[in-house]
């Protein structure tokens, strides 16, 4: 193993995913581990790379996450995907999108030490308020973002409205529901309250601009309904899709959809 990058991640040999791909261990600046994988566009049009942040109990080898990388590769950008904290091969716990945004940063400034001028960032659910709350609080850094999609995402916290988001409290909030996390959702979670509460996403996006930003969700959401996309897209300088037909995340977002956000996302 051979570090690189100021000690801020560590090469492993393992296979490729595509040509020139590659994986590494990053280290957040709260020194926890994440796994990344980064894969060059086969027809690179761009300089910039796109930096995907999955949703809870998602990863960076999820088939959902594995399309979204390749239809954005196939837009000429090059990807780098990650596992949160708690999630994957990384180390820590999941912290519901708080200390995310270190993870993200992580990913953000190896695409720049790899060589990008440009980065943007877009996240699914979870993943979605992470890449707004990162924006606004990195925006004056090496690990920020030149232009922000979140898809799915919140727009408040302690959500309770839809009976999935209910499921998901219980599975937080309780030791019952962590354990159903950890050996059947394959999520590490945080036992921990946040102390102190985080910013929200809302409050978040009037802090982002002049960064290009994009907020897309589905009338068919069933975890966040219409009123977290407007209520985002009302609080800043945001274009907003609102997508007929669509579902939740990463999952629900078809290649069409896809192609859109990774040419807004190269073009922004």
């Known amino acids: 193993m051979s570090s690189e990058g100021e000690g801020r991640f560590h090469m492993v040999d393992v296979s ?67 596992s949160f904290r708690g999630h994957g091969a990384s180390g820590g716990l999941s912290t519901l999108g708080d200390r995310e945004v270190l993870d993200l940063t992580a990913a953000v400034r190896w695409a720049r030490e790899l060589g990008h001028a440009r980065v943007a960032t877009v996240g699914f659910s979870m993943g979605g308020s992470v890449v707004l709350r990162h924006a606004a609080l990195a925006r004056e850094t090496d690990g920020r973002a030149d232009a922000v999609a979140a898809v799915s995402a919140p727009a408040r916290w302690y959500y309770r409205g839809t009976a999935p988001m209910r499921r998901l ?3 937080v909030t309780r030791p019952a529901g962590r354990l159903v996390g950890r050996y059947g ?39 966040f309904p219409l009123d977290h996309p407007r209520m985002l897209a009302g ?15 990463e999952n629900a977002a078809d290649e069409e959809l896809l192609a859109r956000v990774g040419n807004w996302l190269t073009r922004a």
Do not use: C, K, N, Q
Request: zero cysteines; aromatic letters at 6%; a negative charge.
């Open 16 to 82: 490729l995913i595509t040509p020139g791909s590659r994986r590494a261990m990053l280290r957040t600046d709260d020194d926890v581990r994440i796994e990344a994988v980064y894969e060059p566009s086969p027809t690179p049009v761009t300089d910039t790379a796109v930096v995907v942040a999955h949703g809870f109990t998602g990863s960076a080898d999820r088939p959902a996450v594995r399309r979204a990388a390749r239809v954005f590769a196939e837009r000429g950008a090059a990807v780098i995907t990650f």
């Open 185 to 223: 959702l394959r999520t590490r979670i945080d036992s921990r309250a946040w102390d102190p509460v985080p910013l929200s996403p809302v409050e978040a996006v009037p802090l982002i601009a002049p960064t290009p930003l994009l907020i897309v969700h589905g009338d068919r959401d069933a975890y």
């Open 169 to 171: 409290h219980w599975v």
């Open 235 to 249: 609080a800043g300088e945001a274009e907003l899709w609102l997508e007929r037909g669509m579902g939740h995340a």
